[in-house]
T-cell receptor
Framework: SQQGEEDPQALSIQEGENATMNCSYK?????LQWYRQNSGRGLVHLIL?????REKHSGRLRVTLDTSKKSSSLLITASRAADTASYFC??????????????FGKGITLSVRP | AAGVIQSPRHLIKEKRETATLKCYPI?????VYWYQQGPGQDPQFLIS???????DKGSIPDRFSAQQFSDYHSELNMSSLELGDSALYFC???????????????FGNGTRLTVT
């Protein structure tokens, strides 16, 4: 993708372990969002972090944002087999227009082994 | 809660045929986005509409067109289909966040288009 690049591309962990996924982007952003996608299904919004925020939590999810490094990380704690999916970061660029589009990075495939 | 509805769920067409994909946004969402996702690829933005007007345009081929109707549903029309058009096509909707454009997108389950 042209904006967000995730690493690793694939991650395999044991149930109960933590999973950390990283994303980098290129331009100044308004906000960064993480989405989850089960195979062949629609994307589900997980969490949004604004450019003036550094860390955000939602349940077992923790997102950090470092605008100086243009990077973000998504931490899933105490992973479950049901967390197996592809995860995408997406950015909204700093832009004064209404309803700015999301630009997605390449997904990370997370496999959680029971 | 109501979600974004897309139809059809699957569509098989031959090369050079036309296809129409429909999207019904969540009630009171006035913005619709279309994305294309090839196999193993990230979603690519095609086009968006706000209040029935095109608000942004991405990598949408000239063979494709879209519109948003008075009831806010949207249709993506695809003509002269090519093998490379085979992909998942997602529609997403959002309400306009008048403060800072920070509304997350709500995605439908997509239409899987196969061109043979």
């Amino acid at each position: 993708s042209q904006q967000g690049e995730e690493d690793p591309q694939a991650l395999s962990i044991q149930e109960g372990e933590n999973a950390t996924m990283n994303c980098s982007y290129k331009t100044s952003i308004n906000n960064l969002q993480w989405y989850r996608q089960n195979s062949g299904r629609g994307l589900v919004h997980l969490i949004l972090i604004r450019s003036n925020e550094r860390e955000k939590h939602s349940g077992r999810l923790r997102v950090t944002l470092d605008t100086s490094k243009k990077s973000s990380s998504l931490l899933i704690t105490a992973s479950r087999a049901a967390d197996t999916a592809s995860y995408f970061c997406a950015t909204v660029i700093s832009y004064t227009g209404a309803n700015s589009k999301l630009t997605f990075g390449k997904g990370i495939t997370l496999s959680v082994r029971p | 809660a109501a979600g974004v509805i897309q139809s059809p769920r699957h569509l098989i067409k031959e090369k050079r045929e036309t296809a129409t994909l429909k999207c019904y946004p969540i009630p009171r969402h006035d913005t619709v986005y279309w994305y294309q996702q090839g196999p193993g690829q990230d979603p690519q933005f095609l086009i968006s509409f706000y209040e029935k007007m095109q608000s942004d345009k991405g990598s949408i081929p000239d063979r494709f067109s879209a519109q948003q109707f008075s009831d806010y549903h949207s249709e993506l029309n695809m003509s002269s289909l090519e093998l490379g058009d085979s992909a998942l096509y997602f529609c997403a909707s959002s309400p306009r966040d008048r403060s800072s454009y920070n509304s997350p997108l709500h995605f439908g389950n997509g239409t899987r288009l196969t061109v043979t």
